[in-house]
T-cell receptor, first 113, second 113 residues
Framework: DAGITQSPRHKVTETGTPVTLRCHQTENHRYMYWYRQDPGHGLRLIHYSYGVKDTDKGEVSDGYSVSRSKTEDFLLTLESATSSQTSVYFC????????????FGPGTRLTVL | GENVEQHPSTLSVQEGDSAVIKCTYSDSASNYFPWYKQELGKRPQLIIDIRSNVGEKKDQRIAVTLNKTAKHFSLHITETQPEDSAVYFCAASRATGRRALTFGSGTRLQVQP
């Protein structure tokens, strides 16, 4: 599992509330990613990070922000959750070198009522 | 940006038959093409990948082929077994820059015993 954990694993929240999801890795990988998975859409990139304090937007970044103050932690924040953000969120890391293989965390199922 | 299309969306085969899933990509600079298997409620798991300097790669019952000129790649599973039943995703990325994956929308494979 490439030493990736996500917390919480499940969360139910109400529209308008802030939500923070955490991704933690133990192997010092530089690249980290947040994807969301919705039926019929595969996985879509929200934000990614290429180092501490270095982040950038993906294709579906509206309504989300991220922070990376330590190599091991990549946080995804929904400033004011909406029902359209109900989804399964996966964090991933990229193993640099001869392969750029991405490994995924176990996912967080978020429901916004 | 990159766009990956995947077909078919569902595939049903008899145990022991072969299954083929096809993907096309749009960005000629993409050079890394992984395939993930996702079981219900689980994280995507890498099953095989291929780089643009290789036309085919095999790992036991699974193989991937790549046609760079036509910008398409395919997953082949031979001698299918019930435990092959899952959703399969293709993806594409560049080995430089953000290295984020662009995913196809997935194929649900059902292997009938």
């Amino acid at each position: 599992d490439a030493g990736i954990t996500q917390s919480p694993r499940h969360k139910v929240t109400e529209t308008g509330t802030p939500v923070t999801l955490r991704c933690h890795q133990t192997e010092n990988h530089r690249y980290m990613y947040w994807y969301r998975q919705d039926p019929g859409h595969g996985l879509r990139l929200i934000h990614y990070s290429y180092g501490v304090k270095d982040t950038d937007k993906g294709e579906v970044s509206d309504g989300y922000s991220v922070s990376r103050s330590k190599t091991e932690d990549f946080l995804l924040t929904l400033e004011s959750a909406t029902s359209s953000q109900t989804s399964v969120y996966f964090c991933a890391i990229s193993v640099e070198g001869s392969t750029d293989t991405q490994y995924f965390g176990p996912g967080t199922r978020l429901t916004v009522l | 940006g990159e766009n990956v299309e995947q077909h078919p969306s569902t595939l049903s085969v008899q145990e022991g038959d072969s299954a083929v899933i096809k993907c096309t990509y749009s960005d000629s600079a993409s050079n890394y093409f992984p395939w993930y298997k996702q079981e219900l409620g689980k994280r995507p798991q890498l099953i095989i990948d291929i780089r643009s300097n290789v036309g085919e790669k095999k790992d036991q019952r699974i193989a991937v082929t790549l046609n760079k000129t036509a910008k398409h790649f395919s997953l082949h599973i031979t001698e299918t077994q019930p435990e092959d039943s899952a959703v399969y995703f293709c993806a594409a990325s560049r080995a430089t820059g953000r290295r984020a994956l662009t995913f196809g929308s997935g194929t649900r494979l059902q292997v009938q015993p």
